[in-house]
């Protein structure tokens, strides 16, 4: 396990990863790294299933090879905007359980096949701003037992129309 999230003094360019084929958990969230990820960084990551990550140093293109990264069961993004198809993305990761936003723009098309993601019980949403179309389409979710937005604006009077296909669906988690 790695983990230096919440140290905003934090500043120096992220390495390489690759050679960390039995890393685990890596978070690296809320920090000052001013280099920018690629999916080379990455590319051995066999045994990582938590990853937590800011959208400062990310590329699309890291962002885009999440599907090789197969482990993954639970994932953080902080501070991404521009995320076009980015829940296509998350499709090739089978075992993807949990699902985290923090300060994120969601107001992207979210396409239909959110429905496939089969193993997803928990997505939380935090301090993100989304549109009625993605609220809708989280309800394709079928899988979910955990959904929580906080701090969103969020559009409570949609949210009936969207648990309601969630046959698994537990709690409901919802502040501003």
């Known amino acids: 396990m790695l983990d230096l999230s919440w140290n905003p ?6 390495r390489n990863f690759s050679s960390a084929a039995s890393l685990e958990t890596l978070w690296i969230y809320q920090t000052n790294f001013s ?27 890291f962002i885009s090879s999440f599907g090789m990264l197969e482990s993954l069961t639970m994932i953080r993004l902080d501070s991404l905007r521009q995320l076009e198809s980015l829940f296509s993305w998350f499709e090739g990761i089978k075992n993807l359980r949990s699902l985290v936003f923090f300060d994120c723009n969601l107001s992207m098309t979210i396409p239909s096949s959110t429905r496939n993601f089969k193993n997803l019980t928990m997505l939380e949403i935090f301090e993100s701003n989304f549109t009625t179309q993605t609220l ?3 309800g394709n979710i079928r899988s979910l037992e955990v959904f ?12 009936l129309s969207a648990i309601g296909n969630m046959i698994n669906f537990e709690r409901l988690f919802i502040a501003e």
């Open 9 to 14: 003094n934090l500043s120096a360019h992220v």
């Open 35 to 61: 280099n920018v990820i690629k999916s080379s960084y990455f590319s051995d990551f066999k045994a990582l299933t938590e990853l937590g990550i800011d959208g400062k140093i990310t590329s699309m293109d």
């Open 136 to 138: 809708l389409a989280v």
């Open 148 to 159: 929580t937005i906080i701090g969103c604006g969020c559009l409570t009077g949609q949210m």
